[in-house]
């Protein structure tokens, strides 16, 4: 595993960081879920990204992580793991659950501390930017965390390059440096290209992508249609089945052709695809088996793109 300063901070994250946004909650097997984790943490990935909504039902993600840290990861090991969370989409009902208020991000971080059997998180993000509420509030929230001693990081997460701009120039006053920004990007989703990461590098802040494979689009599963088990098969999904258009398919074979051509998976060539943007500091992967994170991993020895690739897969996505 090689490892990336995030921005200008001393931080290192893996290249490759776990999510468990999906197949980590109650409606999931356990035991696969530790597996994944357990081979994760073998294979260099110190870095386990959570959010107190991930599951379904929310919370159980991180309520199952706390129970694979107290198996597997006892005394010092927890010294050579990065832990995130977030707060900022709808956790609780009434007022208080959603959005972006202090009274909202802290007592979600109080209530996460507890799910993981935790002292501490080494990064709590603002999981999304709120319209109605002021930015200093939402960004005196981390900074408290960080000085309360329940997080070592402050983060952010779906902002806009104004919002980005903004909440980093507000953190860098108040003494607590923004040091991630975790946003969605992939072949399929190039919105961050329009701002954001020029911002990032500018303020030295680190960028991690989610959903790199878009949702699993970015693999072999949909070349023949939608398979049975597939995210897009699944009404617990975040991939719908209107996404798995006939033009996006077409896309995905042609893609699949070049990533043939460099003995390569069409997943292997998405996640190297945005690690060969040096502004890039990790990509968040999910994985639903032990053999589908190594897959993922395998990424790794095959970096490089000449100028050539790099121009057939701009013609094939634009």
Excluded at 128 to 155: C, I, N, Q, W
Excluded at 247 to 276: D, P, T
Aim: proline share 4%; glycine share 8%.
């Amino acid at each position: 595993m090689k490892y990336n300063r995030c921005g200008k901070s001393g931080l290192l994250l893996p290249q490759i960081s776990l999510g468990l946004w999906h197949n980590f909650g109650s409606v999931d097997n356990f035991e696969n879920g530790e597996n994944i984790v357990k081979t994760a943490f073998d294979k260099g990935i110190t870095h386990f990204d959570l959010a107190n909504n991930y599951g379904p039902v929310p919370g159980s993600a991180e309520t199952n992580f706390g129970t694979i840290l107290k198996n597997n990861f006892k005394g010092n090991l927890r010294d050579e793991i990065v832990i995130s969370t977030k707060a900022g989409y709808t956790m609780w009902d009434g007022p208080y659950g959603d959005w972006g208020s202090r009274k909202y991000l802290l007592s979600s971080l109080d209530q996460s501390l507890k799910r993981m059997n935790l002292e501490y998180v080494d990064i709590f993000y603002s999981h999304r930017f709120d319209p109605e509420t002021p930015l200093e509030e939402t960004m005196m929230a981390l900074d408290h965390a960080v000085r309360s001693g329940k997080a070592l990081y402050a983060g952010i997460s779906n902002y806009n390059p104004e919002q980005t701009r903004e909440a980093i120039e507000i953190l860098k006053r108040l003494g607590t440096p923004c040091l991630i920004h975790q946003v969605k990007y992939s072949m399929f989703v190039r919105t961050p290209e329009e701002g954001l990461l020029d911002v990032l590098e500018e303020k030295g802040v680190g960028c991690i992508a989610f959903s790199p494979l878009a949702q699993g689009l970015l693999t072999d599963k949909y070349l023949k249609g939608i398979p049975e088990n597939s995210r897009a098969s699944n009404p617990n999904g975040h991939l719908q089945l209107e996404e798995v258009s006939e033009e996006k398919i077409k896309k995905v074979i042609a893609l699949n052709e070049i990533a043939q051509q460099s003995s390569q998976s069409l997943a292997q060539m998405a996640l190297a695809w945005l690690l060969n943007d040096n502004r890039i500091t990790s990509v968040l992967v999910g994985a639903s088996s032990v053999s589908q994170l190594n897959n993922n991993i395998e990424s790794l020895k095959n970096l490089e793109f000449s100028p050539v690739e790099l121009e057939m897969i701009e013609g094939i996505l634009y």
